[in-house]
């Protein structure tokens, strides 16, 4: 099993402009989460979603986050127009809910750094 | 408001001193508790799951116990290779599959 694979694993970009990350989660998992990591504040939910519909988005910080699932293996987290602050690494986890297992899988990670 | 808390938030051993990173947790209704590994620049990597009061897990040096408000990971004659930052989850029965993370332990061994 190749594991959630995220790309690109470092991401460096200007203010203002458009990131966009992506995620395929384990094959057979039917819910994905975005995290996003900082010093300060640990690993934080940003969003999730349960048969590619999103389930809860309260985590995502501002307006400038959106994320789509548009099938099963694909997920997208969109940042729009890119801050100093939004400097973190973000992760995608996927998880085979049911069967009283809840345990997520993470990916390795994308270190985003804007400038 | 669910919260977890874990200590101490940094753990240096000498090789082969056993040690236990606590987990304190408030949650309105626990459905599981996890703990994980996360190595240096890369992702968490899931450890064990407990469910109830009273459970434990094991794997190798690493024994997770767990109560009705903590969690201990015990380690056990420590190894180099145990050196990393182990996170403690707590998902509740009425937030959904969210997990709620501490800031984790970092563990130093040395040999």
């Known amino acids: 099993d190749a594991g959630v694979i995220q790309s690109p694993r470092h991401e460096v970009t200007e203010m203002g402009q458009e990131v966009t990350l992506r995620c395929k989660p384990i094959?057979?998992?039917?819910?994905l989460f975005w995290y996003r990591q900082t010093m300060m504040r640990g690993l934080e939910l940003l969003i999730y979603?349960?048969?590619?519909?999103?389930?809860?988005d309260s985590g995502m910080p501002e307006d400038r986050f959106s994320a789509k699932m548009p099938n099963a293996s694909f997920s997208t987290l969109k940042i729009q127009p890119s801050e100093p602050r939004d400097s973190a690494v973000y992760f995608c986890?996927?998880?085979?809910?049911?069967?009283?297992?809840?345990?997520?899988?993470f990916g390795p990670g994308t270190r985003l750094t804007v400038t | 408001e669910d919260q977890v808390t874990q200590s101490p938030e940094a753990l240096r051993l000498q090789e082969g001193e056993s040690s236990s990173l606590n987990c304190s947790y408030t949650?309105?209704?626990?459905?599981?508790l996890f703990w994980y590994r996360q190595d240096p620049g890369k992702g968490p990597e899931f450890l064990f799951t407990?469910?109830?009061a009273g459970e434990e897990k094991e794997k190798e040096r690493l024994k997770a116990t767990l109560t009705k408000k903590e969690s201990f990971l015990h380690i056990t004659a420590p190894k180099p290779e145990d050196s990393a930052t182990y996170l403690c989850?707590?998902?509740?029965?009425?937030?959904?599959?969210?997990?709620?993370f501490g800031k984790g332990t970092t563990l130093s061994v040395s040999s």
């Open positions: 986890a996927s998880s085979l809910m049911g069967l009283g297992r809840h345990e997520q899988y």
């Open positions: 094959s057979g998992h039917n819910s």
């Open positions: 979603f349960n048969n590619n519909v999103p389930i809860d």
């Open positions: 949650v309105s209704g626990l459905r599981g």
């Open positions: 407990l469910y109830s």
């Open positions: 989850a707590v998902q509740a029965k009425q937030a959904g599959t969210a997990l709620i």
